[in-house]
């Protein structure tokens, strides 16, 4: 079983739908980070967080350490959010490596 | 700031032929990362730095893969030789010198061995 796990592999909404992509993990962990990959590959982070919750523009991510699950959630999903949305997790017991999911892809249709 | 850069940001190759991969940090990142994409393993950790020493290269698959930090502001892999089960996209990623454990990831390079 991998450490980090998400859900679902593959999203396909329409264009204003909500949309939640789920992190679990099975390690301790001092941070966790959503990763946006788009198409031409580029990686860009879009949150690092700890605990609580975490709110940019029309994406929000929520962490609940108690039972090592994070989501991120999209409101009002337009086209251009299509992309792949990958969970990482610093673990509690390394000095810096990121343990990665397998990265969930969505698509948003006009 | 120009962010991590990259370079090549492909390579084309023959199989036993020798790759180098670079990475500039962005200035003041004591932390760089190499990772690796495939679609059959998504991202991996090949080996990270701290202070331009080597942290933990457990990742690097084998003796064919190595990497280096002669400073602060340039990180190389190296692949030699190179296999065809070696195309990949690298990704070379630092981080800043705070508490902060967010990463900054640069273009990535797309290699191809053939």
């Known amino acids: 079983k991998n450490e980090v796990e998400q859900s679902p592999q593959n999203l396909t909404a329409q264009e204003g739908e909500f949309i939640t992509i789920n992190c679990s993990y099975s390690?301790?962990?001092?941070?966790l980070h959503w990763l946006q990959q788009h198409p031409g590959g580029g990686i860009v982070s879009l949150f690092m967080?700890?605990?609580g919750k975490k709110k940019h523009g029309r994406l929000i991510a929520t962490i609940n350490i108690q039972e090592k699950h994070s989501s991120l959630h999209i409101t009002a999903s337009h086209p251009r959010d299509s992309a792949v949305y990958i969970c990482a997790v610093r673990s509690s017991s390394n000095t810096g490596k990121l343990i990665f999911g397998q990265g969930t892809t969505l698509q948003v249709k006009p | 700031d120009a962010g991590v850069i990259q370079s090549p940001r492909h390579e084309v190759t023959e199989m036993g032929q020798e790759v180098t991969l670079r990475c500039k940090p962005i200035s003041g990142h004591n932390s760089l990362f190499w990772y690796r994409q495939t679609m059959m393993r998504g991202l991996e950790l090949l080996i990270y730095f701290n202070n331009n020493v080597p942290i933990d290269d457990s990742g690097m698959p084998e003796d064919r893969f190595s990497a280096k930090m002669p400073n602060a502001s340039f990180s190389t892999l190296k692949i030699q030789p190179s296999e065809p089960r070696d195309s990949a996209v690298y990704f070379c990623?630092?981080?800043?010198?705070?508490?902060?454990?967010?990463?900054?990831f640069g273009p990535g390079t797309r290699l191809t061995v053939t």
């Open positions: 967080l700890s605990s």
């Open positions: 390690v301790g962990i001092s941070a």
């Open positions: 990623a630092s981080r800043p010198l705070t508490t902060s454990y967010e990463q900054y």
